[in-house]
């Protein structure tokens, strides 16, 4: 249901579009807006301001490199390197992930460096870990993924024209007259 408004009579119909380009109508009785904003993420993105926009990129940037951080140090756990007999040189433990270390900050570098693949130096996975193998694809398919969903956001976003609603203004003046044998209502938009 449509539901005019103005400021004379707050239900009585006087233009759809006033003069300065504001809507002059709302639609009542509506199911609930985040369902529908939810079913079209990818155009409210689009719409939505570059402030918002880019706090959205980090922060999923930064929460993927802070889960995988965590999946890596569930299984360095779960494969026994942090024990303190098996961090002494001499025995024949070999750790999932090979000079990484044992904080939480070591392993979301090890992380980030995985997701972008910016390159290890000396740290690496070990061959023999196969769960480490496959977290390893797992993190370079979905760090991709993610990365080529920004850049399809940003390059979108800075291709799409600015919305033009807000400079549409009506002409003070309409006339009609005929036009192809029938009179039609005329005004500059």
């Known amino acids: 249901m449509i539901s005019f408004f103005n400021s004379k009579d707050?239900?009585?119909?006087?233009r759809l579009v006033c003069k300065s380009g504001r809507v002059d109508f709302?639609?009542?009785?509506?199911?609930?807006?985040?369902?529908?904003?939810?079913?079209?993420w990818y155009s409210n993105l689009i719409s939505a301001k570059w402030i918002s926009v880019l706090?959205?990129?980090?922060?999923?940037?930064?929460?993927s490199w802070t889960f995988f951080a965590f999946?890596?140090?569930?299984i360095a756990f779960y494969n026994g390197d942090f024990i303190a007999d098996?961090?002494?040189p001499n025995t024949n433990h070999r750790p999932c992930l090979v000079n990484v270390g044992?904080?939480?900050l070591a392993f979301f570098l090890f992380s980030l460096e995985t997701q972008h693949t910016i390159g290890y130096g000396y740290r690496h996975v070990n061959d023999e870990c196969k769960t480490g193998v496959i977290l390893l694809m797992i993190q370079s398919t979905g760090?991709?993924?993610?990365t080529i969903y920004v850049g399809g956001i940003v390059f979108n976003k800075l291709a799409r024209p600015r919305q033009r609603m807000t400079v549409l203004t009506f002409s003070e003046r309409a006339v009609v007259a005929p036009r192809d044998g029938k009179l039609c209502f005329m005004f500059k938009v």
């Open 86 to 88: 098996h961090l002494r």
């Open 10 to 14: 707050l239900w009585q119909p006087d």
């Open 55 to 63: 706090s959205l990129i980090v922060a999923i940037f930064i929460l």
């Open 71 to 74: 999946v890596w140090y569930v």
């Open 143 to 146: 760090g991709a993924l993610i």
């Open 26 to 40: 709302f639609i009542r009785h509506k199911p609930v807006v985040w369902s529908r904003t939810c079913a079209d």
């Open 102 to 104: 044992n904080s939480f």
